[in-house]
């Protein structure tokens, strides 16, 4: 079983930045990926970027890419997710996810293990 734990949520204005972080713990696999996603209110939970942990190769949603950026301490166990020039559009709750491959990927059904969540809520 692996854990996840995020944490660095809040309340922010437009235009501002946070930082997630996303810990990792009990079995981890030598070859694995991570990822994040994030819940709108009322939508689907969607893809927005992954790293690979071996090579730290990343992949983004459209919708992110130029303004977060996803970066990982392997020492830590520990995926993080930079998010700048912040948008209403992104209040959502924001998830971790680890794969058991070094297959990245956007499919939110090929994860493995889910972190509780953390709120981050942009006002315009």
């Known amino acids: 079983q692996v854990q996840l734990v995020e944490s660095g949520g809040g309340l922010v204005q437009a235009g501002g930045s946070l930082k997630l972080s996303c810990a990792a713990s009990g079995r981890t696999f030598s070859d694995y990926t991570m990822g994040w996603f994030r819940q709108p209110p009322g939508k689907e939970r969607e893809f927005i970027a992954a790293?690979?942990?071996?090579?730290?190769?990343?992949y983004y949603a459209e919708s992110v890419k130029g303004r977060f950026t996803i970066s990982r301490d392997n020492a830590k166990n520990t995926v993080y997710l930079q998010m700048n020039s912040l948008k209403p559009e992104d209040t959502a709750v924001y998830y971790c996810?680890?794969?058991?491959?070094?297959?990245?990927?956007?499919?939110?059904?090929?994860?493995?293990?889910w972190g509780q969540g953390t709120q981050v809520t942009v006002s315009s």
């Open positions: 790293i690979r942990a071996n090579d730290g190769s990343v």
């Open positions: 996810a680890y794969r058991r491959s070094w297959y990245i990927t956007s499919n939110l059904y090929e994860y493995d293990y």
